[in-house]
Every structure is written in structure tokens, then in C-alpha cells.
């Protein structure tokens, strides 16, 4: 908070306010409000002690409530006044602290504070969602992920409110309440919740063929991340970078997951959502928790503003990415969340993002969607948060001082002293002053215009099936299998034939063998393709681009991977001690899962600690399973049909298995389980030691299976009947 007295003019426009408790070394004051609350001594919201939070006021012990009863009356008021609206689009979110850290300055692109001194610790607050379904939806539905990050600068707050798929759905802001009332529950009956599978979304879909390229990201499993760490980000449109002499250049901003990129699989999805609804959110929580700090790379793709018109496609338009084979990224940064909120409420949903929130040194371009964007943003906070003063929540508050003739309104918080709110004054020493570029002031990039005022989308636009080809190319073989059975899946879900016929249509735009494989599982023939479609531009180049695929991701590291271990009494106690520590040091962690809670009998003479009983886990919930020896244990586990089943679905979703001694009979029984389809489970992966102890070759190869994210293909994986 600023010290200026009340004798120096500018402290007309002191706010009264307290930095921002964002700041990783927490505002003294925001550290006070958290140590008065909650307090020793119970009181009402004016402080007045309570001495009996049990019992109403009556007349007689029997007798009617008083209306008098002001203290009960109070915490009702309170409690049925307790829910704001929910967010119209990303009601369903997890935010987490952190800091931002470039690598080095910045200044040949941009004046941008935050991107200058590698020794700086920029304070952020990110915010992951799902975009459909409402506040209490499952983490691991079919949807786009938003990623907003808050920077909170010393020139005022930089939010970059993203999505973890580079492309957007639609070109011009006018059709997202379209779009957007096209995917949500149908308005007749609320059905369905959180899922795109249904006639209105395809409807519209159908009918909008820009949309084909996020569709194809929606249909692939991207849409589905293994963890909010283990997934990109990406600001979707072209910004601008200006730097001190006021050059400007295009840019895309990237967030790179250290850990590379990795997805769920569908069936781990639609179990994950009974088993655990909260996964993704559970995961980011746990992580920062036990010290395993998320962290994602910032790059950015940068185009020379004479190079605008040297691609295929329009940089203004948002169902288009930039091919990394044509502009690659370049790393300038690093993210690291390392605090979780204190209350979910305060912070994580009173977060208000906005893409206009931005530093000198950043600006925009003209993307008609990100346009539109900076309109909605500040409006919904006014519905959703009830007051223009929004800024004033301690999440929102930026750590640059805020001066300005702002006044008043619903919740107004901030004590301004003095008589002066208006600008140009002499009662104030003409406070707070403009501050031009030089001085750290906003200034707009001074672009060239000209034109005629007109409702038409630029022919620069109108190539809507060369990307989501190049998407489709760029996959490998089993991530083409997963995008078509996602199709069949959604599109089955269909009730309307001519949606799905529009549909197919479509997708012989985007490939002819999409199309076919979709109508093959659809049980339709390929339609012909949609009017006018061979007069939209066209290219096939590039061929393909090695980013597009998860094939080529960062892989190699254990942190945040999760391992089962299937235990029942008389377990080898010893191997799964070796494992542990393996396991542990290299960032996973190892939970022991036996058919009861409480501990069990281990070789070691000392009893284990059960983490989880069988019947409240599923293997959809870990990266890999082992299984260690020990006749009556083993035994006791052949005899659950939940370690049966925790098995057999752990191979199906190709994760690692491995077993010691006769730990190896459980998978043998698991295999034989799956009926007449009964082969041996065998194939990458699966990793058995004959012996009573781990030897190195054992846990190395262990570790690196898990360390792969999974396998893709092995015997008989897509018959198993889990
Ligand atoms: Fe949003 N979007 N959006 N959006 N969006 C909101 O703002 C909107 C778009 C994104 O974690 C809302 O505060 C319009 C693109 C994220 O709090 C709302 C258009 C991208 C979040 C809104 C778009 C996004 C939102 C709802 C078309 C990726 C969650 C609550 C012009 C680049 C922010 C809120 C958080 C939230 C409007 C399109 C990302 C209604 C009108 C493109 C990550 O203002």
C-alpha cells in the first residue's frame, strides 16, 4: 500500500486497498484476515460473541421460534444467499498459485515488464476448466480445457485466458452464444450434462464447417488429459508483441508441459467420471500438496508483421493454428504452480479473467473472435459476481497500484480520500496523471485502417478443411483409431439420421477415409460431399506436422505417475519396499490397495499400511499395477472379482503390469477371466520376475514402461471385456 500522506496531493486517490494476497509471500494484511479466520471465539458477522450456536430463541421449550432471534436469523440470510451464478461457459474449474520466470529478456519483441528480467518471479493464478458442464460436472468429460493464467505484473494484471487446444470452433464472437447453446444440456429437459454427445450440438456443427478443425482436436484425445500438468495451453489467437520503440511483430503464445503431453483413454474417461469425478482437480491439488510442482515451458511463435499474408490461412482467424514445421516455437519461459488456493470460493471462483486485461508491450490483433472476447468478459463478472467493483476481490486485485476516478457501486470496498474524482483537476495536483509509452503507459498499436463498415467475413477465411486434414494426417495410427471411434460414439449418440448424414459429409472433406471408417461404424454410407465444397480454397500442405501427434511428445519422466499395488494378507512384503523407493525417487508415488482397509500381514514382520480397500479404487485411477508374491496373497486376490477386474482393465487401457514370484498368477487368472477371448496377458509392458526379490533389470524396465505414458498396442488389448 502506498505511504503517501495526506499533505501529498496525489493521496486524493489512495484506494485503501491491500495488495493482492496472489503475491507468493503473502500482503501482512492478507496474512491477518487469514489468522482472524476463522477465529477463537464463535461471533455474528458484527462481531457480537455467541454463546449458543445449538439452539433458536423460543417461547418454551416447546414453543415457537421468535422472530427476534437475530443471531439465527443472520446466519440463514447468509447461508441462503451462499451460491453466485455459476460461470455461463467453464463453470467447472481448478485453480492453483504459482510463479512465472522468463529465461531470458525479452526486449528485441516486447516491453512487456514481466518479460524482461530472468531474475524476476512474476506471481500467477491459474484457472483449468472444463467449458460445458456445470460446476458440479466430472472432470474427465469429452470437452475442450480452458487455461487462463493471471500474471499479476507490476504493470497491472496480463491474463491469458486459453485453451489446451490451439484452434477455436468458430470464426466471428456472433455465433458463440450459438455454439455454445448448441452444446449445453437441451433447453426442453437439461439433458445431457457435460457431454457434446447429443442432436443439438451436431446440428450445429453440421451446419458450420469452420468448426471441422476443433472437432477433429475434440474428437481426438486431446480432449480428455491425463492430468491438467500433462496437458498444453495454448492462447489460441494472434496477439501482438511491441517493444520500447514501439515495433510490433504477430505472436501465438504455447504452454509446454514438462511432462509432456498425455491423454486418458475414452473408457478410462467414462469410468473415471463414476470412480472419481473429481480427478483431474484431485490430481492438481495432491501434486502441488506432496511438493511435485506442475510446470509448463511458455513459448510463443513469432511472425514479422510483413510476414502476415505469407501463410495459406488468415492469422486473424481461430480455426486456424500456425504449423510448428512452418514457425517453430521458441521457449521463453517457465511456469510453476506451487501453492494450492486457501479457499476454493474466494479465489478459484471469484477469478475474474478477461482478455483485455493486458501490460504495454502486449496487444491485440484483429481476430473478430477475440474482438467480441474483450466486450463479454468484464460483462459477466457484473451477473456473476453482482458488482463492477470485482476488481477489489483479494484474487482480482492487482500488485500495481490502482488510481483512478472510479467510484462507488454494489460492494464498493476501497475508502478514497479527498474531494477529487474527476480528471483534468488542480484540487488534486492534477492525480492521478496519464502516463504516456515512455513512462510505462498503455498505448494501442497505431495500425494502418481503412475500410468500409460491413457484415462480411473476409474470403481469407474460407479454407475451413485443410487444417483438421493436416491434424488427421499428422496422427498415428492409434490416435486416427480413437478420433474415429469418438466420432462413432458421439455421432451415435445422434437420433436425427440427416445430422449424422451432414456430418459425413463433412468428413469427406477432411479425409475420405475418415469419412468412410465413421460411416462404417455409423452403419451409413459415405454421403456426397456438401454443396459448393469444391469451390472452398484447398492445400495439402504441409503433409503433415510432428506436433499435432502425442506420439512426439516429451516422455521420460515419472513424476505425478501413479502405481497400484495389489496386496491381500502374507503379501511379499520385501519387493514392494525395493519398488517403493525406486518408484518414490523418481517422483511417483506407490499406493497399496487390499480388499479391506487397515493394514495386513507382510513377510517383513511388519504390518502394511492399506492406502485404499478394492471395492473404492479402480485401475482407471493409476498409470500401472504390480503385483507381488506370496502364496495367500495372491491367492485371496485371484479369489476378487475386483482384482480381476483391476487387471484385466489395466491391460485393456495398456498400462504397465508387472508381477514378482507368483504375483504373476493374478494376471494369469485375469487373462483367463476374459472368457473364451482367453489368451495370456503378454506383450510390452507386461514385466514378470520369477524370483522373490526386484533385481534392477526388473524395476528399470518397470520404470520405464510407466514412464511411457502407455502402450498402444498389444495381443488381444481391444477384446477385453472390462
Ligand atoms: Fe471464453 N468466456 N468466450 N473463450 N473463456 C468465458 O468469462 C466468450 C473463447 C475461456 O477460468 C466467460 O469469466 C466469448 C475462446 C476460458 O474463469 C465468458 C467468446 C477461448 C474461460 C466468455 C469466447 C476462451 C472463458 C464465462 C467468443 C480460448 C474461463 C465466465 C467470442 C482462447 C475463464 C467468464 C476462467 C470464460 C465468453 C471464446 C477461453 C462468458 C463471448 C476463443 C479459459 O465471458
Request: proline share 7%; hydrophobic share 40%; glycine share 8%.
Amino acid at each position: 500500500m502506498s505511504k503517501r500522506t495526506n499533505d501529498d496531493p496525489a493521496s486524493e486517490n489512495l484506494t485503501g486497498l491491500a495488495p493482492s494476497p496472489a503475491d507468493a509471500n503473502r500482503s501482512e494484511q492478507a496474512a491477518a484476515v487469514l489468522a482472524e479466520l476463522p477465529g477463537e471465539s464463535l461471533t455474528t458477522n458484527q462481531g457480537l460473541l455467541i454463546s449458543d450456536n445449538q439452539n433458536s430463541l423460543r417461547a418454551g421449550v416447546r414453543g415457537p421460534t421468535l422472530l427476534e432471534d437475530h443471531i439465527l436469523r443472520e446466519k440463514i440470510m447468509h447461508f441462503d444467499h451462499e451460491r453466485i451464478p455459476e460461470r455461463v461457459v467453464h463453470a467447472r474449474g481448478a485453480g492453483a498459485h504459482g510463479v512465472f520466470e522468463v529465461y531470458e529478456s525479452m526486449s528485441g519483441l516486447t516491453k512487456a515488464g514481466f518479460l524482461q528480467d530472468p531474475s524476476l518471479k512474476t506471481p500467477v493464478f491459474v484457472r483449468f476448466s472444463t467449458v460445458a458442464g456445470s460446476r458440479g460436472s466430472m472432470d474427465t468429460a469429452r470437452d475442450v480445457r480452458g487455461f487462463s493464467v493471471r500474471f499479476y505484473t507490476e504493470e497491472g494484471n496480463f491474463d491469458l485466458v486459453g485453451n489446451n487446444m490451439p484452434v477455436f470452433f468458430i470464426q466471428d464472437a456472433i455465433k458463440f452464444p450459438d455454439l455454445i447453446h448448441a452444446v449445453k444440456p437441451e433447453p426442453h429437459n437439461e439433458i445431457p450434462q457435460a457431454s457434446s454427445a447429443h442432436d443439438t450440438f451436431w446440428d450445429f456443427i453440421s451446419m458450420v464447417p469452420e468448426s471441422s478443425h476443433t472437432v477433429m482436436w475434440l474428437m481426438s484425445d486431446r480432449a480428455i488429459p491425463r492430468s491438467f500438468a500433462m496437458m498444453e495451453g495454448f492462447g489460441v489467437h494472434t496477439f501482438r508483441f511491441i517493444d520500447a520503440a514501439g515495433s510490433a511483430s504477430f505472436v501465438k503464445f504455447h504452454w509446454k508441459p514438462v511432462l509432456g503431453v498425455h491423454s486418458l483413454v475414452w473408457d478410462e474417461a467414462v469410468k473415471l467420471a463414476g470412480k472419481d469425478a473429481d480427478f483431474h482437480r484431485r490430481d492438481l491439488w495432491e501434486s502441488i500438496d506432496e511438493g511435485r510442482y506442475p510446470e509448463w515451458e511458455l513459448g510463443v511463435q513469432i511472425v514479422a508483421e510483413e510476414d502476415e499474408h505469407m501463410f495459406d490461412f488468415d492469422l486473424l482467424d481461430a480455426t486456424k493454428l500456425i504449423p510448428e514445421s512452418l514457425v517453430p516455437v521458441q521457449l521463453i519461459g517457465k511456469l510453476t504452480l506451487n501453492r494450492n488456493p486457501d479457499n476454493y470460493f474466494a479465489e478459484t471462483e471469484q477469478v475474474a479473467f478477461h482478455p483485455g486485461h493486458l501490460v504495454p508491450g502486449i496487444d491485440f490483433s484483429n481476430d473478430p473472435l477475440l474482438q467480441g472476447r474483450l466486450f463479454s468478459y468484464s460483462d459477466t463478472q457484473l451477473s456473476r459476481l453482482g458488482s463492477p467493483n470485482f476488481h477489489e476481490l483479494p484474487i482480482n486485485r492487482p500488485i500495481a497500484a490502482v488510481a483512478n476516478n472510479q467510484r462507488d457501486g454494489h460492494m464498493r470496498q476501497a475508502i478514497v480520500r479527498g474531494r477529487v474524482s474527476y480528471e483534468p483537476n488542480t484540487l488534486g495536483g492534477g492525480c492521478p496523471m496519464q502516463r504516456p509509452w515512455e513512462q510505462g503507459g498503455f498505448v494501442s498499436h497505431a495500425e494502418p485502417m481503412q475500410g468500409e463498415k460491413v457484415r462480411v467475413r473476409s474470403p481469407s477465411f474460407a479454407d475451413h478443411f485443410s487444417q483438421p486434414g493436416l491434424f488427421w494426417r499428422s496422427q498415428a495410427d492409434w490416435e486416427q483409431a480413437h478420433i474415429v471411434d469418438a466420432f462413432c460414439f458421439e455421432l451415435g449418440k445422434v437420433t436425427v439420421p440427416a445430422i449424422r448424414e451432414r456430418m459425413l459429409a463433412n468428413l469427406t472433406q477432411v479425409d475420405a477415409a475418415l469419412a468412410q471408417r465413421v460411416a462404417d461404424g455409423l452403419g451409413m454410407s459415405v454421403p456426397p460431399p456438401p454443396a459448393g465444397a469444391e469451390n472452398l480454397p484447398h492445400t495439402d500442405k504441409p503433409a503433415m506436422d510432428a506436433a499435432l501427434s502425442m506420439v512426439t511428445t516429451r516422455k521420460g519422466s515419472l513424476i505425478g505417475r501413479k502405481v497400484a499395488v495389489l496386496v491381500a494378507n502374507d503379501v511379499d512384503g520385501t519387493p514392494l519396499e525395493s519398488l517403493r523407493v525406486a518408484l518414490t525417487a523418481a517422483g511417483a508415488t506407490l499406493k497399496v490397495i487390499a480388499p479391506q482397509l487397515g493394514e495386513i500381514r507382510s513377510s517383513t514382520g511388519n504390518p502394511l499400511k492399506v492406502d485404499h480397500s478394492l471395492p473404492t479404487v479402480g485401475s482407471v485411477q493409476f498409470d500401472a499395477v504390480y503385483v507381488p508374491g506370496g502364496a495367500k496373497s495372491v491367492d485371496a486376490l485371484c479369489n476378487n472379482a475386483h482384482a480381476l477386474l483391476f487387471v484385466k482393465e489395466a491391460y485393456k487401457h495398456g498400462k504397465p503390469i508387472a508381477a514378482t514370484d507368483d504375483g504373476a498368477m493374478l494376471i494369469d487368472k485375469a487373462a483367463h477371466s476374459n472368457g473364451n477371448q482367453g489368451g495370456a496377458f503378454q506383450g510390452p509392458g507386461v514385466i514378470t520376475a520369477s524370483g522373490k526379490m526386484v533385481n534392477g533389470d526388473f524395476v528399470e524396465s518397470f520404470l520405464a514402461a510407466i514412464a511411457k505414458h502407455r502402450v498402444t498396442e498389444r495381443p488381444d488389448m481391444a477384446v477385453i471385456v472390462a
